[in-house]
């Protein structure tokens, strides 16, 4: 089962990097956890691979 957490951040599917265009693009908005926008999310747009672990302890 899965865990519920309610969305607190308007998150940019895609990176927007200063253009106040895509900024304002509702289309590229989505709902996301605080927790999950300032962690893999964050990581993600900075270049850092995002490596998921599966419960088997291996890479997915």
Known sequence: ????TTAT???HVK???GDMVLFWDKS???PLCTKHHS???Q???SGKRV???GADGWPV
């Open 51 to 53: 490596v998921r672990i």
């Open 1 to 4: 089962m899965g865990h519920e």
């Open 43 to 45: 990581r993600e747009e």
């Open 9 to 11: 951040v308007v998150d």
């Open 15 to 17: 990176p927007h990097r």
């Open 39 to 41: 962690s893999s999310k």
């Open 28 to 30: 590229n908005w989505q």
